[in-house]
């Protein structure tokens, strides 16, 4: 039994960090674990522009910690709309992807894409350039039944958009199926890598039912029953270069989420590495985590590793019940309870 895991620095390539208050409250926890990280652009409105993207960099740069080198990567929100010569723009403000939510999908989603037939151009101008496209990958199509969304997505918007743009690298993040992690380790594409949560790796939808309805433990895409759950935590520690992790940390007012019609989102950047640690050494695989928490991610972007290290250590400790949110609290995933491993 190891007591002590020592890793490159590692990367979150899946990131919300919101803006104002909410931002101030919630950087710090994700400077203090990663590097770096992809930082999404579902704002209210959208960061839709290569100059919305400056600001908003410039604003988590203003938010970080003193001493903090802790570095945001931009990504712009992808509509119907997007004008190609974005792109350009995009990639000299040093923005590394645009994001496709499908209108309606998720949290801060209705100015997303309706079909992708009409972002052709912008996604020919992306191949071109170089920059990456992230998928949140479900239908929105109200007859498909919730749990199915993901992989009806891989068969109606996934497979067509591989045959179309073979050179475009694609991001399917937050994987939380079987069909979702065989597509990625086994479809033979090396344009195409995935993102998984510390949640869909310890928790299947039971969690969201036990003890009465579990609010923080809900969040899109939906937790899935446990042999996805397990298809899951294979991939992640197989070795598989391009799985990768990404939080997918989504804070949310905990008053927003303890209500009829709660918010989709679960707050992990606290407890990020504690919780991937737990999954990998349930797997048995704790030699695997730094390849998936800091290698692979940085060669599937083409960005340079970190240098540097931390150190997880073998060491109880109690998740806060709440930390400030601006005015309201925010309740961390497994808030009150006890963690095995603490980053040091
Ligand atoms: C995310 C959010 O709150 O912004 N919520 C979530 O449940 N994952 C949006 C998203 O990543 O889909
Ligand atoms: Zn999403
Ligand atoms: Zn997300």
């Known amino acids: 039994m190891t007591d002590a895991l020592t890793l490159t620095r590692p990367d979150d390539w899946h990131l919300h960090l919101r803006d104002g208050e909410a931002l101030a409250a919630v950087l710090p926890h994700s400077a203090a674990q990663f590097a770096r990280a992809i930082v999404m652009p579902n704002l209210r409105p959208p960061i839709t522009t290569a100059a ?72 020919d101008a992306m191949q071109r350039e170089g920059l990456l496209l992230l998928v949140h990958g479900e239908v929105t199509d109200p007859a498909v039944d919730v749990f199915d969304r993901e992989a009806v997505f891989i068969d109606r918007v996934l497979i067509p958009l591989r045959r179309d743009f073979p050179e475009l690298k694609v991001v399917f993040e937050h994987v939380t199926t079987r069909e979702g992690a065989q597509y990625v380790t086994q479809a033979g594409d090396a344009m195409t890598g995935a993102t998984l ?74 407890t990020a ?50 930390v400030p949110f601006g005015q309201a609290e925010l309740k961390p995933l497994r808030a009150g309870e006890r963690l095995a491993w603490k980053l040091s």
């Open 52 to 123: 919305q993207a400056q600001a908003y960099r410039d604003r988590i740069l203003a938010a970080r910690p003193a001493g903090s080198d802790f570095q945001p990567l931009m990504t712009l929100y992808l509509t119907d709309r997007t004008p190609p010569d974005e792109i350009k723009r995009a990639r000299a403000a040093g923005v590394v992807a645009l994001k496709l939510y499908p209108a309606g999908a998720t949290t801060n989603s209705d100015d997303g894409v309706t079909d992708l037939k009409h972002c052709r151009a912008t996604l």
């Open 197 to 270: 949560t510390p949640q869909h790796l310890l928790y299947n939808r039971n969690a969201l039912f036990t003890g009465g309805l579990q609010p923080h433990w809900y969040c899109l895409p939906v937790l899935k029953g446990e042999e996805h759950r397990q298809a899951l935590v294979q991939a992640a520690t197989s070795g598989h270069p391009r799985v990768f992790l990404g939080t997918d940390s989504a804070p949310h007012a905990a008053h927003l989420k303890e209500h009829a019609g709660g918010h989709a989102g679960c707050y992990t950047a606290l």
């Open 273 to 322: 590495l504690e919780l991937y640690a737990e999954a990998f050494e349930a797997a048995g695989a704790m030699d695997r985590l730094e390849g998936f928490a800091s290698h692979h991610g940085a060669d599937f972007y083409g960005l340079p590793r970190n240098t540097g290290t931390v150190t997880l250590r073998r060491e109880g400790w109690t998740v806060p019940a709440a």
